[in-house]
Structure formats: structure tokens, C-alpha cells
């Protein structure tokens, strides 16, 4: 296959049977087909980061989706960040989470701590 910038959806689809194919070969490292799979899984990264690109969530909307989720109420959270009032600031945007606050609400509601330390 001659390799070229993936600009539309048959390019993309084109490269991925192709990347089948090569996997189907196995090929040893160092060889051209080993290195037409590496530009190809490059080339359908930035097809994809270009086309599909999803964004990390924002932190506070992140725990309000795992609370409904979840059906949690926010008297719910307090164990993870503190009393009643500071619940409520911080699903307010009234205040900023803490290192504490991240990871008690990472491992509580199973939400990555790359979301809630997302700037």
C-alpha cells in the first residue's frame, strides 16, 4: 500500500484493512511491513484525534454524572469530601477540589483522577 495522509473516511477505512492484513502477517520488527504498520497506526491516530476527538470531561460534571449514575444525593459524598456545606460549594463551582478530595472521589465514585485534576 503507499502510504499517504488519511483525509476522509474511505482513506481510513482503507488503512484499517490494511493494518488487519499486516497484523494477520505478524511481522518481525525491522521489516517494511512492520514499519508500514507503525506509520499506518500513526497516521490513523491523528485521523482520529482529528475527527474524533473526545475531551475530557469536566471535573464537576463528571461527579454529578457518576452521582445520578449512582443515585447518590449529596449528603451522599460527604464522607469523601467533607461536610454538607463543602458539597454543596464544590458542585457549585464554589470552591476547587482538593488532593484529598480527588482521590477519595477517584476511588468512591470510580472516576479517573486525570478528570477531576483535568484544568
Same mark, same amino acid.
Given at each position: 500500500m503507499q502510504l499517504k495522509?488519511?483525509?476522509?473516511?474511505?482513506?481510513?477505512?482503507?488503512?484499517?484493512?490494511?493494518?488487519?492484513?499486516?497484523?494477520?502477517?505478524?511481522?518481525?520488527?525491522?521489516t517494511i511491513e512492520s514499519d508500514e504498520l507503525e506509520i499506518l497506526t500513526l497516521l490513523?491516530? *491523528? $485521523?482520529?484525534? /482529528?475527527?474524533? &476527538?473526545?475531551?475530557?470531561? =469536566?471535573? %464537576?460534571e463528571a461527579i *454529578? $454524572?457518576?452521582? /445520578?449514575?449512582? &443515585?447518590?444525593?449529596?449528603? =451522599?459524598? %460527604?464522607?469523601?469530601?467533607?461536610?454538607?456545606s463543602k458539597v454543596s460549594e464544590l458542585l457549585n463551582r464554589k470552591i476547587?477540589?482538593?488532593?484529598t478530595m480527588v482521590r477519595n472521589l477517584s476511588q468512591a465514585l470510580h472516576i479517573p483522577v486525570e478528570t477531576l485534576i483535568k484544568a
Amino acid at each position: 500500500m503507499q502510504l499517504k495522509i488519511i483525509k476522509n473516511e474511505k482513506d481510513y477505512d482503507k488503512a484499517l484493512n490494511r493494518i488487519d492484513e499486516l497484523m494477520e502477517l505478524n511481522p518481525d520488527i525491522g521489516t517494511i511491513e512492520s514499519d508500514e504498520l507503525e506509520i499506518l497506526t500513526l497516521l490513523i491516530e *491523528k $485521523y482520529e484525534e /482529528e475527527n474524533w &476527538n473526545i475531551d475530557t470531561p =469536566d471535573p %464537576i460534571e463528571a461527579i *454529578k $454524572y457518576r452521582m /445520578e449514575e449512582m &443515585n447518590l444525593k449529596q449528603k =451522599d459524598l %460527604i464522607p469523601y469530601i467533607g461536610n454538607k456545606s463543602k458539597v454543596s460549594e464544590l458542585l457549585n463551582r464554589k470552591i476547587s477540589l482538593s488532593l484529598t478530595m480527588v482521590r477519595n472521589l477517584s476511588q468512591a465514585l470510580h472516576i479517573p483522577v486525570e478528570t477531576l485534576i483535568k484544568a
